[in-house]
T-cell receptor
Framework: DTEVTQTPKHLVMGMTNKKSLKCEQHMGHRAMYWYKQKAKKPPELMFVYSYEKLSINESVPSRFSPECPNSSLLNLHLHALQPEDSALYLC???????????FGSGTRLTVV | KNEVEQSPQNLTAQEGEFITINCSYSVGISALHWLQQHPGGGIVSLFMLSSGKKKHGRLIATINIQEKHSSLHITASHPRDSAVYICAVRFSGGGADGLTFGKGTHLIIQP
């Protein structure tokens, strides 16, 4: 298995909802990443997990809460989002000391 | 500031033309990635380079570490190559670090 699988592919949520994005990989990668991509912009790093521990948090608002329950799974919990949070959320994984990246196909999030 | 610059930002060409997209960066890197993204889609990794040259089908990627420059070439371009091509680098250092992305090159190949 050489893929990063993200679910759901599309999500529409209200500003008072709580939802979660999921990311899964079975390549034995011990680094996992969340990126946010607005339309016609490059991805922006949100969080990095290394060996299931949060190693980088790029000053992301607390309405985004990451979780890495095990070495294969990465979640992003969403609560009280704003319409400006609408974007494509990309998950990626890599080996920690090697540099090949694998990206998921993303979750297209719309906040209404 | 660690920066990644891509050129051109937009490129329209005719089917069959040879395409070159350039990427330059400001400080030392441990790896450079060329990525492809179709409209509304996820990102596909095309190449990862730390030195030299790599080839996959009609795609060729080169990197010059001394000049801090990389190029992506597409030979015999086809309309299905139309996409955004993104250069991304992992700046030197250990551990798990995120990528720094260029702004992308929007490529359109006309039949």
């Amino acid at each position: 298995d050489t893929e990063v699988t993200q679910t759901p592919k599309h999500l529409v949520m209200g500003m008072t909802n709580k939802k979660s994005l999921k990311c899964e990989q079975h390549m034995g990668h011990r680094a996992m990443y969340w990126y946010k991509q607005k339309a016609k912009k490059p991805p922006e790093l949100m969080f990095v997990y290394s060996y299931e521990k949060l190693s980088i948090n790029e000053s992301v608002p607390s309405r985004f809460s990451p979780e890495c329950p095990n070495s294969s799974l990465l979640n992003l919990h969403l609560h009280a989002l704003q319409p400006e949070d609408s974007a494509l959320y990309l998950c990626a994984s890599s080996q920690v000391l090697l540099y090949g990246y694998t990206f998921g196909s993303g979750t297209r999030l719309t906040v209404v | 500031k660690n920066e990644v610059e891509q050129s051109p930002q937009n490129l329209t060409a005719q089917e069959g033309e040879f395409i070159t997209i350039n990427c330059s960066y400001s400080v030392g890197i441990s790896a450079l990635h060329w990525l492809q993204q179709h409209p509304g889609g996820g990102i596909v990794s095309l190449f990862m380079l730390s030195s030299g040259k790599k080839k996959h089908g009609r795609l060729i990627a080169t990197i010059n570490i001394q000049e801090k420059h990389s190029s992506l070439h597409i030979t015999a371009s086809h309309p299905r190559d139309s996409a955004v091509y993104i250069c991304a680098v992992r700046f030197s250092g250990g551990g798990a670090d995120g990528l720094t992305f260029g702004k992308g090159t929007h490529l359109i190949i006309q039949p």
